[in-house]
């Protein structure tokens, strides 16, 4: 109930203040599991990319986030749910499999940081194991824009990604870092 809410109030302040375009919509699936996945430039990208989509949006979201009481309740009500991103945090980790698990949909930034262009040094191995482990499709989604008051910002849908991989095969984090990184090149040629 607040989620939605909260969305609506959002979505008056950013129809007012921003002109955002989506491109490409008809590739979000209705159903099913599904890993959001984006570049990530601006604080404001979570909330854009939860007004506009359909179905709710679990984040995974920086622990600092939720060190204030109050923005923590407000972030848990959401549905956010922090991740340690120095190491690997093994909870978030077991909490994004969870909702998963459960058929909904969570949203990773596999940069881990905010940053202006494609600089694979950022890029996190979370990606790709939570797809593979949990056998999701994930959602490429290229955004561009820098959210001053009545500037243009540009969201890009890319078709679902399905990662296959040998049943048994072991992986090991360079192997899943590897096609972390893969599926951040091709979220960054839907910008051209």
């Not at 881990?112 to 056998?135: D, Q």
């Not at 296959?164 to 095969?169: A, F, G, M, S, T």
Request: net charge positive.
């Amino acid at each position: 109930m607040f989620y939605k809410f909260a969305k609506i109030i959002v979505f008056i302040f950013q129809k007012i203040f921003f002109r955002i375009s989506i491109v490409g919509k008809e590739n979000i699936p209705m159903d099913g599991r599904l890993i959001l996945c984006s570049n990530h430039h601006s604080n404001w990208d979570p909330v854009t990319l939860a007004v506009f989509f359909p179905r709710q949006v679990h984040w995974m979201a920086k622990k600092e986030l939720f060190s204030n009481k109050i923005f923590s309740k407000i972030l848990l009500s959401l549905g956010a749910f922090p991740v340690d991103r120095e190491g690997n945090d093994l909870s978030a980790i077991k909490k994004a499999l969870r909702l998963l698990k459960e058929e909904k949909v969570i949203g990773i930034f596999p940069e881990g940081t905010r940053v202006k262009y494609y600089n694979e040094e950022h890029i996190k191995s979370g990606l790709s194991l939570l797809a593979i482990k949990s056998k999701s499709q994930i959602l490429p989604i290229y955004s561009e824009g820098d959210y001053k008051i009545f500037s243009k910002v540009k969201i890009i849908i890319g078709e679902p990604i399905t990662i296959n991989v040998e049943e048994n095969k072991k992986l090991d984090n360079d192997v899943y870092t590897e096609i972390s990184k893969d599926i951040m090149k091709k979220i960054y040629s839907l910008g051209g």
